[in-house]
């Protein structure tokens, strides 16, 4: 398994789609997602009674993550969708010493 180098959490609200019309479209584009270079990981995430949607991704590096956010499926998934709305995006490097001791590669 490769070492994350970098965390991207994203979250957001739907609009204009019930959470099952999300749930088939996340199950629909998530092999489009798994085949992202650089992606180690993405944790689909559901707050449902508070209408927020989003993930946590484990990338290889930052670079791999900023091309992901300059492509294509980053632009219709997330940037331009318009069922989705108050996009939050945030990166962040990860701690190599005290993450390997609390078990992560």
């Known amino acids: 398994m490769s070492q994350i180098k970098y965390i991207q959490v994203v979250n957001f609200n739907l ?18 997602f798994a085949a992202l270079p650089g992606l180690i990981s993405k944790v689909w ?5 508070n209408n927020t949607y989003g993930g946590v991704y484990s990338w290889e590096s930052k670079e791999a993550c900023e091309a992901y956010r ?7 998934a997330l940037a331009n969708n ?13 701690l190599d ?6 078990g992560i590669n």
């Open 45 to 49: 995430l559901s707050d449902e009674a």
């Open 97 to 102: 010493g005290p993450s390997k001791v609390t």
């Open 70 to 76: 300059g492509g294509e499926l980053y632009a219709g």
């Open 15 to 32: 609009a204009g789609i019930t959470h099952d019309d999300f749930m088939g479209v996340a199950n629909e584009v998530a092999p489009h």
């Open 82 to 94: 318009p069922n989705f709305t108050n996009l939050f995006d945030k990166g962040f490097d990860v």
